[in-house]
């Protein structure tokens, strides 16, 4: 008799952003008249920037013929692209990475998802609350966790995300040994400083613990003073691993393409407490279980690096920040208590009301879609989260909805 992996049926029945898509189908079946505007799901809306769509189109021509054809391309990533990420997003920025410490992938989501992979079973987890579910569930699915009770699962340290703390968690009060952290925050849209950060960087340091450092939304930071990276910050190189995206700076949630960065200096630890690095341990998950993100979305994803890529990917996140500004403006003039929405895509709204509550009132009286904040966790309870995905004139028609509904 085959049996299952158990740790399965902790999780809650649908994913997040399922569940959600699935209640909108349901609305938009029964109300087939009515518009409806995504402000939900973080998906990019706009079409890939004009360098990539060309790089695209000569790499496809030259896969036409046999002399230009590529086949399986090294798992992690071609040199050009490696390389380039390690000068434009590192090492232009004063932070030491090296092009072999660049792992290619076809998302962060499944780099976040299975990172955890790598660590014991018995390691102790921070997750921060709310959080991007992926960290949560994959850690669930991994069984290093109890059962759910009280919208928490047992054996996780939670870092609360509260008004209180800006929004950016307290170290834990319990020794941890996995860290996760985003900044700019999904969902909150919050950010943290280099002070915020290396109070994190010398906690895991001195706790043998390691950051996991998801900066999928770096581009939207405008504020100068703010880090891009964990490896601005001193000693970071030896506790943290960071992963970013393509998705959002250029429009690639449907091309498929981001990176981990996995510092050789990184270590954790075996059963007798001897250091092991942990990129060999990366290197061979990946080659074993990934083949490579395809010749043309590398060589697109490349393009983002160009002269004229840099320029029009720029245009592309000012414009969803410039949506951003919007819903914010329209959001605080309503009297609701905010953050993000500066230096990130999501604006997280405090509604006090119930966050599903709130989700089904913008459903049904503006045809706006939101994301309920209690499904990022316990601390999103009584919060939503619009992001600033869409096209300025429907963010426009959404927040004059939304400003009906609720006056
Ligand atoms: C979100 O809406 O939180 C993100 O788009 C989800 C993702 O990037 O997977």
New binding site residues.
């Given amino acids: 008799m085959l049996k299952i992996n158990e740790h399965f049926l902790k999780l809650q029945a649908s994913y997040l952003?399922s569940d959600i898509a699935k209640r909108v189908a349901a609305f938009q079946e029964e109300h087939p008249d009515k518009d409806v505007i995504k402000l939900?799901?973080?998906?990019v809306t706009k079409p890939l920037p004009a360098a990539c769509i060309q790089a695209f189109h000569k790499a496809i021509d030259e896969m036409a013929v046999e002399s230009g054809f590529h086949g399986y391309g090294p798992e992690q990533g071609y040199a050009f692209l490696r390389e380039a990420i390690a000068v434009n997003d590192f090492q232009a920025r004063g932070a030491e990475i090296n092009a072999d410490e660049v792992f290619v992938s076809d998302g962060?989501?499944c780099d976040t998802g299975n990172i955890q992979e790598l660590f014991s079973l018995d390691a102790r987890v921070a997750i921060p609350d709310p959080v991007?579910p992926?960290y949560l569930d994959t850690n669930v699915m991994a069984g290093r966790t109890g059962n759910l009770r009280d919208d928490r699962y047992q054996g996780l340290v939670y870092l609360d995300s509260t008004k209180e703390n800006n929004y950016v968690p307290d170290l834990p009060t319990e020794p941890v040994d996995l860290i996760y952290l985003c900044f700019p925050n999904?969902?909150t849209g919050s950010t943290a400083t280099i002070e915020q950060l290396k109070t994190w960087v010398d906690y895991a340091k001195e706790n043998k613990a390691l950051i996991l450092f998801d900066a999928?939304y770096e581009a939207f930071i405008r504020d100068d003073a703010l880090p891009h990276s964990i490896y601005e910050i001193e000693g970071a190189r030896e506790v943290a691993i960071e992963f970013r995206?393509f998705?959002?700076n250029a429009g690639f949630?449907g091309t498929r393409c981001a990176y981990t960065v996995v510092p050789k200096e990184c270590m954790a630890y075996d059963s007798k407490a001897n250091k092991q690095a942990v990129h060999p341990l990366w290197n061979r998950r990946h080659c074993t279980k990934f083949n490579g993100v395809s010749y043309p979305v590398q060589r697109a994803a490349e393009a983002v690096y160009s002269t004229e890529g840099k320029a029009q990917t720029r245009e592309l996140v000012s414009s969803y920040l410039k949506n951003a500004d919007l819903i914010a403006g329209v959001i605080g003039e309503l009297g609701f208590d905010y953050v993000g929405g500066d230096n990130s895509p999501y604006i997280w709204i405090q509604g006090n009301r119930d966050s599903w509550e709130f989700f089904d009132l913008l459903l049904n009286e503006a045809g706006v879609v939101c994301?309920p904040g209690a499904g990022f966790g316990k601390c999103g309870q009584g919060y939503i989260r619009l992001?600033a995905f869409n096209s300025y004139e429907n963010v426009v028609r959404a927040m004059e909805r939304i400003r009906q509904a609720l006056k």
């Fill in positions: 952003f939900g799901i973080g998906d962060a989501k991007y992926v999904n969902p999928a995206s998705s959002k949630t994301t992001s």
